[in-house]
């Protein structure tokens, strides 16, 4: 197969974005896990088992955790291959497409990986 140097050029771009994505994943995962118990002391259960702050406010999911922190890179991600594929400079991705993605993410993590997100905040 002849590529050229723009395809080679393009391909690249988008494995230094994959790079990018994957080393501050790693990255935010362990400077997560240094904050665990200072946040889990002020977190109080009610007769539901719906977890409160300190000051009762509802925390917030696991996934909606995992979420947040993913978003910007997924839509990086995202931008990047429609980039590829079409060089449009204009291109937003909606956010269905960055929910599914996260979504999909987040059903390939095992129950060790899914445990973290939940004591992370």
Request: aromatic fraction near 8%.
């Amino acid at each position: 197969m002849v590529m050229t140097i723009e395809q080679l050029t393009n391909r690249i771009v988008f494995l230094e974005s994959q790079i990018l994505v994957l080393l501050s994943a790693t990255k935010g995962i362990k400077s997560d896990a240094k904050g665990v118990r200072s946040d889990a002391k002020g977190v109080k259960s009610d007769a539901k088992g719906v977890k409160h702050n300190a000051k009762g406010v509802k925390s917030a999911s696991a996934f909606n955790i995992f979420a947040k922190y993913f978003t910007p890179h997924i839509r990086s991600a995202l931008f990047n291959t429609n980039f590829i594929l079409t060089k449009d400079l204009h291109f937003k991705p909606t956010h269905q497409q960055i929910i599914v993605e996260i979504s999909a993410m987040w059903n390939d993590l095992t129950l060790e990986e899914k445990s973290h997100w939940k004591l992370s905040h």
